[in-house]
């Protein structure tokens, strides 16, 4: 007890940062809402989550602000930090002064797409401050903590502005949230600068004499330097492709699951409220701790162990699911399931953080590799999950659990014989 509570404090900073990431990502679930109760259609409001393209490609922008910096009076990590949350801050205030119309609604979803691109460039950010300095064996930690923080952010961005609207309207509920994003970006500043990496300015260089004297389109030179340049100079990428395919399959299977289970919850009986207090609180409370128990996994065996270990329990407990529809409506059935598969979860995902990580380090540019991954685990993860209710319309509850779980535990077998 102890040991954790001493491994907690250590890193208790990153959780700042974590909720500094987590509060932004999340809010346009709460513009959804918003939009939805003045009188917007559905349609449109599907539509908004074409905001979310820069947050997708954001490794397209790693080698500009690798090499640039808005405030010349601030090293360049924290001069990008001031500048996110500024856009953040900016694009949340000029939201909340709008009015929430369909005639307005081309002006929101601008203000929207400001929003996801200022969080673009702070979650690359946050990736330096979270890894820089931080030992192989204390990642798991690491991981686990801005997990939490992370999680606190959603609820905070999610719930608190909810709740917030209901007191004070939605207009003050958005202002109150956007100074708490921005107050908390000083958490970056308490942390020591991350360490540059040249590479990319080095590049940029190289490309410009490179192409000096020849005619070459700007989009051509762009993609030069923000795609192929960063890839060319990655050791074994196809190695790396690969590992990123197969963390993907047991990872997507989990993105699936979650997105078809309420709706089983709903079709076995189970009501809004029940569905919400199992699944959000306990369900939050759950994740929490399997993070942490990622952190002491990693510390004693090791990224690579730790990810196998929380692939093959968390591929079980889909068994829960299978469960669960056989009972019927029980409550305790419902408590057990939520608090398997997100102690479960909360592990792979902590381990699937921590070998993203990993496997960046290797590159000349970490960042860009980082941003790179997530976007092609992103690409892999939307499209799958597309399908899902597909593939429960015609294989049934019991049969698309035990494919999910037949898919995590494929994914799991190709790591080991990887490692071997």
Avoid at 112 to 119: H, K
Avoid at 261 to 279: D, K, Q
Wanted: aromatic residues 14%; charged residues 10%; contains cysteine.
């Amino acid at each position: 007890m102890i040991l954790m509570l001493s491994s907690i404090l250590k890193f208790l900073p990153f959780t700042f940062m974590g909720l500094s990431t987590g509060m932004t990502i999340a809010i346009l679930s709460s513009i959804d809402i918003w939009l939805a109760l003045n009188g917007v259609s559905k349609t449109v409001i599907g539509f908004f989550v074409l905001c979310k393209i820069p947050y997708t490609i954001k490794f397209i922008f790693v080698p500009f602000i690798e090499s640039h910096k808005p405030f010349k009076w601030l090293p360049i990590r924290k001069s990008w930090i001031l500048f996110s949350h500024l856009g953040i801050t900016f694009s949340i205030i000029a939201i909340a002064l709008s009015k929430p119309s369909p005639s307005n609604i081309t002006q929101l979803f601008i203000l929207s797409l400001m929003l996801m691109f200022s969080n673009a460039l702070q979650n690359i950010t946050a990736y330096n401050f979270q890894v820089d300095r931080v030992k192989s064996e204390d990642l798991g930690f690491v991981t686990s903590v801005v997990t939490f923080g992370y999680r606190i952010g959603i609820l905070l961005s999610t719930a608190g502005v909810l709740l917030l609207s209901n007191y004070v309207g939605w207009r003050w509920a958005f202002i109150i949230y956007a100074s708490v994003s921005f107050l908390s970006s000083f958490s970056f500043f308490l942390r020591q600068e991350p360490l540059q990496n040249n590479f990319m300015k080095e590049g940029s260089i190289a490309i410009n004499k490179l192409f000096s004297k020849r005619k070459i389109s700007m989009i051509k030179r762009m993609f030069i330097k923000t795609i192929i340049l960063p890839l060319m100079s990655t050791r074994n990428k196809m190695q790396l492709l690969a590992m990123m395919f197969m963390l993907s399959i047991i990872k997507v299977p989990d993105d699936m699951a979650h997105k078809m289970a309420r709706l089983m919850y709903l079709e076995i009986g189970f009501n809004t409220l029940e569905i919400a207090h199992y699944v959000n609180n306990l369900g939050f409370f759950a994740t929490i701790a399997g993070g942490f128990i990622v952190g002491f996994l990693v510390k004693g065996f090791g990224v690579q162990k730790a990810l196998i270990m929380s692939v093959f329990i968390h591929a079980a407990t889909f068994l829960c699911y299978i469960l669960i529809w056989s009972a019927g409506h029980n409550p305790f059935v419902l408590a057990f399931t939520i608090v398997s598969e997100n102690v479960t979860g909360g592990m792979l995902m902590s381990a699937f953080i921590a070998e993203l990580y990993t496997l960046s380090s290797t590159a000349r540019s970490p960042s860009f590799m980082y941003a790179f991954l997530w976007c092609c685990y992103n690409i892999m993860s939307m499209s799958s999950v597309a399908f899902s209710g597909v593939m429960v319309e015609k294989l049934g509850w019991v049969n698309f659990f035990l494919s999910m779980m037949a898919i995590a535990t494929t994914g799991g077998i190709l790591i080991c014989r990887k490692n071997k």
